[in-house]
């Protein structure tokens, strides 16, 4: 803000400038960007890509884009991506994950801790690595361990040294949901558990590992909403940036 003043000041800005820049918000007309969320929460506002339509995206990112903003951009399908790339090739598709990103600068943070990121099957792939590419794109490190659900359990044991150094587990699960509670008491750090709509009919498009999740006896499992992969990274980096500014 004193930098936007000093140019008013010296005749570099006229008021009306300065005004549309000090704006907490631009109103585009179907969407309102929001480019003080970064400076409230410590992020840019992200995109929820599903539902809108390809010039919509397009109009909010080139409107982040012009501040200086990262952009991130979820729920958006192969077809809909390949449209966007076509006029915007500067951002990148992370295809298994369905997120568009790009970055205004590359940080230079470099952290120390990681975030374990647990996915009970390979048809759970999708959410787990939109919790994957959220959380690394927001700055943290992370470590994958896919394919490890509680149907072959020594696949998990494997490695639960390795997540046990973990700051903060993602655990992502359909079917029973039963990982997160199993992860829960391995470990003694925060569990953020993510139900999945993967499984047959009595899973009934996920509620049923949502309420196995939810009436979890292991301590330290905090549940989001039913495929919310994106809720799932974004807690997770919030955990894993607090660590980090304990260690400091």
Partial sequence: ??????????????????????????????????????????????????????????????????????????????????????????????????????????????????????????????????????????????RRFYDVGVAGIHRLLDHAEEIQGATVSVVVAGMEGALASVVGGLVSHPVIAVPTSVGYGASFNGVSALLTMLNSCASGVSVVNIDNGFGGGYQAVLIDRLAGKGSD
């Fill in 1 to 142: 803000m004193e930098n936007i003043l000093r140019q008013v000041q010296e005749g570099k800005l006229t008021i009306d400038e300065a005004m549309k820049v000090l704006k907490p918000y631009e109103d585009l007309g179907f969407a309102k960007v929001d480019h003080h969320r970064k400076k409230r929460q410590g992020f840019p506002e992200f995109i929820f890509g599903e539902g809108k339509t390809p010039e919509q995206i397009m109009a909010i990112f080139e409107a982040m884009q012009k501040r200086g903003d990262d952009v991130v951009v979820t729920r958006v399908d192969k077809e809909k991506a390949a449209e966007i790339l076509v006029k915007h090739p500067e951002l990148t598709y992370h295809e298994t994950a369905r997120i568009l990103s790009w970055k205004a600068v590359d940080s230079q943070e470099k952290r120390t801790g990681y975030i374990a990121i647990l996915c009970a099957g390979t048809s759970d792939l999708p959410v787990a690595e939109e919790a994957a590419v959220i959380a690394e794109l927001l700055g943290s490190n992370v």
